[in-house]
């Protein structure tokens, strides 16, 4: 399957906790996106990255949350110090990056369930 | 950004038609029109868009109005693997961030 890969498929941690979830995208694409979702919403973009260069990150992304992809191939997503709040699952997109990029679909992962105890 | 109005949800017969609805009475000139699905358990699902014209793929077929103020995804023939939520978005950002409302649940009895 060359489609989006995410890693762990689930994760159940205590409060107070740092987890890290790793983003493998379809490997010619250098657009990847990190989204949240909770329970009954829609996804809730998080962050973006451009190869390497984080460009955008949402007002949701507190200083708890750190997103890397320092080979602007595989990304990883932190977070520290784990609140129940955290709860949600956390997904990966990534697309081609052409013209202004409105066009490219983006490929979705099937996420990363974290649960917090 | 400008926002997208969807039915909270749609039941349909399988191998009927299902046509979903989506409002976007301000959407700017440039603002592509897209549609995403989601299954349940899995990520999201890119399945079509459009700017103007009227659009088909194998998935589905997409309306838009004439003064693009609202748009319409069909499923020509609903199979139980349809179920799922739909999303109608705008995609204005020239970074191609998407923006999910709370979508359209379908469900697709036999």
């Known amino acids: 399957d060359t489609g989006v890969s995410q890693n762990p498929r689930h994760k159940i941690t205590k409060r107070g906790q740092n987890v890290t979830f790793r983003c493998d995208p379809i490997s010619e694409h250098n657009r990847l996106y990190w989204y949240r979702q909770t329970l009954g919403q829609g996804p809730e973009f998080l962050t973006y990255f451009q190869n390497e260069a984080q460009l955008e990150k949402s007002r949701l992304l507190s200083d708890r949350f750190s997103a890397e992809r320092p080979k602007g191939s595989f990304s990883t997503l932190e977070i520290q110090r784990t609140e129940q709040g955290d709860s949600a699952m956390y997904l990966c997109?990534?697309?081609?990056?052409?013209?202004?990029?409105?066009?490219?679909?983006?490929?979705f992962g099937d996420g990363t369930r974290l649960s917090i105890l | 950004d400008a926002k997208t109005t969807q039915p909270n949800s749609m039941e349909s017969n399988e191998e009927e038609p299902v046509h979903l609805p989506c409002n976007h009475s301000?959407?700017?000139?440039?603002?592509?029109i897209h549609w995403y699905r989601q299954l349940p358990s899995q990520g999201p699902e890119y399945v079509i868009h459009g700017l103007t014209s009227n659009v088909n793929n194998r998935m589905a077929s997409l309306a838009i109005a004439e003064d693009r103020k609202s748009s319409t995804l069909i499923l020509h023939r609903a199979t139980l693997r349809d179920a799922a939520v739909y999303y109608c978005i705008l995609r204005a950002d020239s970074w191609g961030k998407l923006q999910f409302g709370a979508g359209t649940q379908v469900v697709v009895t036999p």
């Open positions: 301000t959407i700017s000139g440039t603002d592509y």
């Open positions: 997109a990534s697309s081609l990056g052409s013209g202004t990029g409105s066009n490219q679909p983006q490929h």
